[in-house]
Structure formats: C-alpha cells, structure tokens
C-alpha cells in the first residue's frame, strides 16, 4: 500500500480552465495536460483524442466519453481531436484564457494562451511580489516531516547535507501550496557507537574541551568516536564499552555526565552548522528519552498475536501478509531495536503532532526497514501504511574521494564543504563575506537539488560554482543583473498598470517566451509538492534564467524611444526577478540583489 497521495485541488489557473474544459466535451473524467518542450506547439497539449479513440474502438457501454462523439465515425485520432476542437472553441470560460486551438501530428490538441492572459498575468507578477505563485492545492493538509536525524558523537556530513536541504526545500514547497508542515528530527544520542566516543573520551580526552582545543563541538566529540573506533579491536575494549553502556542504563553518575557533555556538545556544533545551511527543526525528539518505552508496545504486539516469539524468547515480528521479511523487536534479553525505539516514537508523533501524513526524509539504505516499520505500525492499528510516507534520496560522492566513511574517519564534513564552496566563491564576488556566503552556500544547495531527488550525485565543487550553465550562482546573478537593470530605470510598478491599460504593442519572440514561462511557475511549485520533487523548481527557474538572459542579450530594456516598450520590458525584467527571487527562496538560496 502506498502512502496517501497528496491531492491537488484544481483551481482557476489556466492549466484548470482547460482541463475542466476538456472534460465537459470529451466526458472523460480524468484529463491530462503536458507542457510542450518545444513552445511551437502551444502552452499546453493533451493526447486526449488518441485516448479516446482507442475507446471508441471497442463499444463500452460504460463509458463515460460525451454520446455526440459515440455516434460519430472518425477514421483517425486526428479527425476525433479536431471534432473536439470545434466543441471547444464554443466555450466562454476557455476563451477566457486560450487565444488559439490547433490539431496537431496524430491527433494532439495544442492551446496556446492569449495575448491580453499573458498581459494581464504579468501584471499579476508586478502587483503580487513574493505571493506571485503560492498555491492553495494542499490547504488545510497537515503533514509532519523529518529531516537531518543524526547520530550524536558524530558530525555532520555531505549526505547529511543533502538531506537537510532536501528536507528544508520540500517544507517551503509544500507550505508555499498550503499544507501546514512541522518538522522534526530524532537525536540518537544513546548505544554502544556512542559509547565508543565516551570510551575514547575518558581514555584519551580527560580536562580536554572544544575551546582548548580550539575545535568545533561536534567535531571534537567525532574525532573520539572515530578514536574508539580505531581501538575497538584492541584487547577488552569491547568488553568495556558494552560495560560502559550497561553502566549508562543503570544511570552511573559519571558515565551519564561524560555522555551529556559529549551529546551537548555535538548538539551544539549541530546547532551551527544547521545555521550555516538556513536550517531549522520545530521539534526533536532524544532516543534517550523513550527507549525503554517500545518494549511495553512489543510485549503488546505479542499478546495480540501481531508478534511472535522465537525458541530463545526475542519477539519477531510477522509480516508474511505484507510480502516483507520479519525483524526482531525486541531481544530475547530485553534489551531494544531500533523497530522498538520507532514504533514508540511514532506513537509520540502522532499524539503530539496529529498529521494527514507523516514523511520520513532518510536514505535509501532505510527503505526496507522503514516498510517493515510501516507494516508492523498498521498491524498494531497505530494508523494505517498509507499515513506513512519515506523519503529516499541518492549519495552524495565528491569529485576527488572515494566511498566515505565515518568509521573509516575519511568523512568530509558538511562544515568543510561549506568553507571551500565560500572560499572558491570569494574569487568572482569581490571577497564580501556575506555575499561569499550566500553563493557559496547557494551553489551547494542548488547542486544538491537540481537533480532528481532519487539520483546520487558526483559532487564537483568548481562545475557547481559556474557562472555559466545550470548552477545556482548563474541563476543568482541572472537577478542580479534584472534587480540592477531595475535600480538603474527607478522602474514604478504603478505607472506600469496605468500604461498597459492605455497601450499595446507587438510582443516580439523573446518577450513572448518569458511572458509563456511565467505561467507556469505556479504549476512548476505545485508539481514539486505532489511529487516531493524540488528539481522540479531548479529547473523552471533554469529555463526562465536562460530565457530572460537571451532577451536581455537581443533587446535594449532601457532607454528604448517608446516608453511604453520601456515599461513593458522593464516589467518582464521585474517578473523575472521577482520569480527567481522567490523560487529561489523555496529552495532555501537567496538571491543577492548584486554580484
């Protein structure tokens, strides 16, 4: 069973105009609309007619195609398509918004918007600002997403950053199309890995702090975990480190303060680093503070007979009906799983945050123990399969390293990455260290998101950096460039309106293909938010950088002899900002108003 989709509640947006339309003469219910990637073939196109041909082929009495078309013999999708097209040029609403109709290849119906539609929705950009493309399709859904749970006594690395901006930029999509969206995190912050780092710590660190060290928090604790990694094949270590967390459970004094001053510490340098990334949680949750709760749910789960116990007396779960293999959840010591941490978490999730869905942003490597985890929730009624959603994404490589590894201690932090990308971005914006940081920061993000969010990543610092081709710095300085066109104009959105109202002129090629583009953001934003997908957004903005950019080259925006034209290209170069500015926004990049 799959989680709930999110459903897009269709408004009066030009996509929904011509699908409502379609769906009154064809009689279809279901309808749908692509984007031409070449703009000769209109703002949108439907297959609609080969789909309904196919129909009309084999009689169905329950088909719900209009009657008109039933009784009608087309010889081919192409002469169905252009019976359709008669029907639709008779309707009021759809003239509304489309300006032209036409048949095209094998029976495609291609609408192209009208003039005055694309005018007026620039004036719409001009007027609304940042509100320009907020959407209300997931109104009053509420969703509860993790994001960045780390292990403690650790630090922050390149796949934990990815994940953290994926998390951030799918929590502005979906706030941006409605949804009301909190988001969590879970500390691990107890086990035998973070006895390795207390092991190591009163062995080799006694009096030893971040400050005298002159070290980031969390990276002086990584740098004792990784020590007692390194020595836990050294004679007794293991023994001690498995004393050290039976002695942390029956709350030893010392231990527990050697252990709460590591935690804090890594949770400080988290703390920092979060910052770094514009990155937040409403709530995190600590491992510490319920583990011991998940064994009253599996002792549950087995009277219930949702459980089963083995010979040895650990409970495993049973999940034959799910087409998954059973884990065990509790040991036949006693002692806890993570399946028996999560099934209590969960419970608290839902209890403290009620939610219509709750997301998992993790990696791959998590994707069966989280089906497990799914099943076994619905199996104990704690909410269905379909109230659960996980979130993988693909690893992170960077150019140069081979596979990393945090017991290896060959990990490149997060921390490190951020410092070479400002670093490298202080060559080309003058050495201004907030200006540094927000495109090197932004061009991290914006490597991390214009792929698919499933597609692993072979990091390459210097292609990232580009002014040139697909990067985040090229979007940025392309608002740049609009935002210094605009200071240098003192452009007034209000003589704007007034103009526009008065005059018209012939929109020429390029302005007509920026006027196309900003149509979709909207559905760009909302596509993103259905399908968790923020490459969606990087790559609407792209393609709306490289549009304005060849209008810019092409055409004089400023000081043209018609100050009508003025104000009508000064306009696009606003819409163009104002866009970048906000997608940009949504993935958690600023735009800088110069570079």
Same mark, same amino acid.
């Given at each position: ?111 192209? /918007? ?5 005018? @007026?929705?620039?004036?719409? !950009? $001009?007027? +609304? *600002? ?5 959407? %209300? ?107 050290? /967390? ?5 709350? @030893?004094?010392?231990?527990? !303060? $050697?252990? +709460? *001053? ?5 949770? %400080? ?107 076994? /929730? ?218």
């Amino acid at each position: 069973m799959a989680a709930k989709k999110l459903q897009r509640n269709e408004i009066n947006n030009p996509k929904g105009v011509i699908k409502r339309a379609l769906m009154k003469v064809a009689g279809e219910k279901v309808v749908e609309l692509e984007v031409p990637t070449d703009p000769a073939h209109g703002d949108y196109a439907s297959n609609i007619a080969m789909a309904m041909f196919s129909s009309l082929q084999i009689p169905n009495p329950k088909s719900q195609i209009n009657s008109k078309f039933k009784k009608m013999n087309f010889g081919t999708p192409a002469d169905l398509a252009r019976a359709i097209k008669e029907e639709l040029i008779e309707l009021t609403e759809l003239n509304r918004v489309v300006g032209k109709v036409e048949v095209t290849g094998l029976g495609f119906i291609d609408f192209w /918007l009208s003039e005055k539609y694309l005018r @007026d929705n620039l004036g719409a !950009i $001009v007027e +609304k *600002k940042s509100s320009y493309g907020r959407s %209300e399709i997931l109104k009053n859904k509420k969703i509860l997403l993790e994001h960045t749970s780390p292990n403690t006594v650790k630090t922050l690395h390149v796949g934990h950053a990815r994940n953290n901006v994926l998390g951030m930029a799918i929590h502005n999509i979906l706030e941006f199309a409605g949804a009301r969206v909190t988001m969590d995190a879970i500390n691990n912050d107890r086990g035998i890995h973070v006895m390795k780092a207390v092991w190591a710590y009163q062995k080799f660190g006694r009096g030893k702090t971040p400050e005298s060290e002159k070290t980031k928090p969390d990276h002086f604790v990584d740098k004792f975990y990784t020590l007692g990694v390194r020595h836990e094949e050294d004679e007794g270590v293991r023994d001690e480190t498995r004393e050290l /967390l039976r002695k942390w459970e029956a709350g @030893d004094k010392e231990v527990r !303060i $050697v252990w +709460k *001053k590591l935690r804090d510490w890594t949770l %400080e340098g988290f703390a920092q680093t979060y910052r770094r990334l514009g990155s937040r949680h409403d709530h995190e949750w600590y491992e510490s503070n319920f583990y011991e709760e998940g064994r009253e749910i599996a002792r549950e789960g087995l009277a219930r007979g949702v459980f089963k116990k083995l010979e040895d007396g650990a409970i495993l779960s049973d999940l034959a009906r799910y087409g998954l293999t059973d884990s065990v959840i509790l040991r036949a010591d006693g002692t806890t799983m993570y399946h028996t941490q999560d099934l209590r978490l969960t419970q608290l999730k839902r209890e403290h945050f009620p939610s219509d869905l709750y997301i998992w942003d993790i990696g791959p490597e998590q994707t069966l123990y989280l089906k497990q985890l799914f099943a076994m /929730l619905e199996a104990l009624g704690i909410g269905e399969r379909g109230d659960y959603l996980h979130l993988p994404y693909g690893f992170v490589y960077l150019k140069g390293h081979g596979k990393m590894s945090s017991r290896a201690g060959n990990v490149v932090s997060a921390d490190e990455l951020m410092d070479e990308m400002i670093k490298k971005a202080s060559a080309f914006t003058g050495g201004s260290p907030k200006l540094d940081g927000a495109v090197g920061i932004g061009a991290l993000k914006y490597a991390l998101l214009k792929l698919a969010r499933t597609t692993s990543l072979h990091f390459d610092i210097d292609e990232s950096l580009s002014l040139e081709g697909n990067s985040g710095p090229y979007l940025q300085y392309t608002a740049a460039r609009a935002n210094s066109v605009l200071l240098k104009a003192k452009f007034s959105s209000t003589n704007f309106q007034s103009a526009s109202r008065r005059t018209k002129f012939k929109i020429n090629n390029e302005e007509a293909l920026l006027l196309r583009h900003f149509v979709h953001f909207q559905e760009a934003v909302e596509d993103a938010a259905v399908s968790y997908a923020p490459n969606l957004v990087a790559n609407y903005l792209y393609e709306l950088a490289r549009r304005f950019n060849t209008f810019y080259a092409k055409h004089r925006i400023i000081n043209h002899q018609s100050s009508i034209i003025n104000h009508q290209r000064l306009a696009l170069t606003v819409a163009t900002g104002q866009i970048l500015k906000t997608g940009l926004g949504l993935l958690g990049i600023q735009a800088p108003e110069r570079m």
